[in-house]
């Protein structure tokens, strides 16, 4: 069908349409679906569905390290999305596309989050002034390393949202004070897949959402332990954190992040260490959660946060000719 000759109700269905990115056939034209960052047709699904028809003693693990060598789908750093092609086999299953082999073995991932050990720690009184705790020592948590059962532990027994284990790109931070005593503990996350407030601030539409999601995380925890009273403690260390982080992730991932993003229950908080350290209140989500589909589960309204890293950060979230080195920290 030619475009320019289309209708007026024409050219709103198939606009339409397009926006919603379903996965069917319209006019004899097939859309492309876009998951996990990466653009799927037809000939993706097909080709999933066939190796799962010739390889039935396959596993999910081994089904999703096979599309990542075939689609050469890796991160900056050269390594297969192996993660994610599962995340994606376990959304087009969930759409219908597809039907993947029983799990071999429950996922590890519920028994990670209800069990984490008990790891002692010295709970005195830290109070006075942020001078008296300088200088701070912000130091990344990485896998298997020693302060991992830490940061757990502390999240676990004195964050209201308690530990859950990470899925997909994150970073850990634990802060301790001049004498080596832990004060805080901040985690990133995968950003929210859709928030309304914060895609109309940002000029994304779904599909470049979509795209570029990835250059946008979530403050998902942020702990000043109860016995530490320091004022100002909680700003200054964001402060910190957000000048180090576009590095950080840069490091880790092989690409950096354009802006960080939080929800304060304000039910609980204020958001006042945000606002001092300069983040931004969009507005409130509306009360839903992820998986709310049909409108009936209700959720704490929580007031919206983002901070730019970078001047232009707008330009990295939503132009497709800009390049990651563009901007500096603003």
Request: glycine share 8%; charged share 25%; hydrophobic share 40%.
């Amino acid at each position: 069908m030619d475009f320019s000759s289309a209708s007026a109700s024409e050219k709103q269905i198939i606009f339409f349409w397009t926006q919603r990115e379903a996965c069917r056939t319209l006019r004899g034209v097939t859309s492309i679906m876009v998951m996990q960052g990466r653009e799927l047709d037809g000939a993706d699904i097909s080709l999933i569905r066939r190796l799962l028809g010739e390889h039935p003693e396959w596993g999910r693990s081994r089904l999703s390290v096979e599309l990542c060598h075939r689609w050469d789908w890796r991160n900056a750093q050269g390594r297969i999305k192996d993660m994610a092609a599962r995340t994606l086999l376990l959304k087009l299953e969930r759409a219908g596309h597809i039907l993947l082999p029983p799990r071999r073995s429950p996922s590890p991932n519920g028994k990670r989050n209800r069990i984490v050990p008990v790891v002692d720690h010295a709970t005195g009184s830290i109070s006075g002034t942020l001078r008296d705790l300088q200088p701070l020592s912000v130091n990344i948590v990485a896998p298997g390393a020693a302060d991992l059962r830490l940061f757990n532990a502390l999240l676990a027994n004195y964050h209201y949202l308690g530990h859950r284990n990470t899925v997909g790109e994150n970073i850990r931070y634990l802060v301790r004070d001049r004498l080596d005593r832990p004060v805080a503990c901040l985690l990133f996350g995968s950003a929210a897949w859709k928030c309304a407030e914060r895609d109309n601030f940002i000029g994304w539409e779904p599909a470049t959402r979509q795209r570029r999601l990835q250059w946008l995380t979530n403050n998902t925890r942020f702990l000043i332990l109860p016995w530490v009273v320091i004022p100002h403690l909680a700003s200054h260390v964001l402060g910190i954190v957000s000048r180090r982080i576009r590095a950080d992730w840069q490091a880790k991932y092989g690409h950096p992040v354009q802006a960080l993003e939080t929800f304060v229950d304000r039910d609980r908080f204020k958001g006042t260490c945000y606002r001092a350290a300069n983040w931004l209140r969009l507005g409130e989500t509306r009360g839903r959660t992820r998986n709310d589909r049909d409108h009936r589960i209700h959720a704490a309204v929580k007031d919206v946060y983002i901070h730019p890293l970078v001047t232009n950060f707008r330009g990295g979230l939503c132009s497709p000719a800009f390049t990651v080195t563009e901007g500096r920290a603003g």
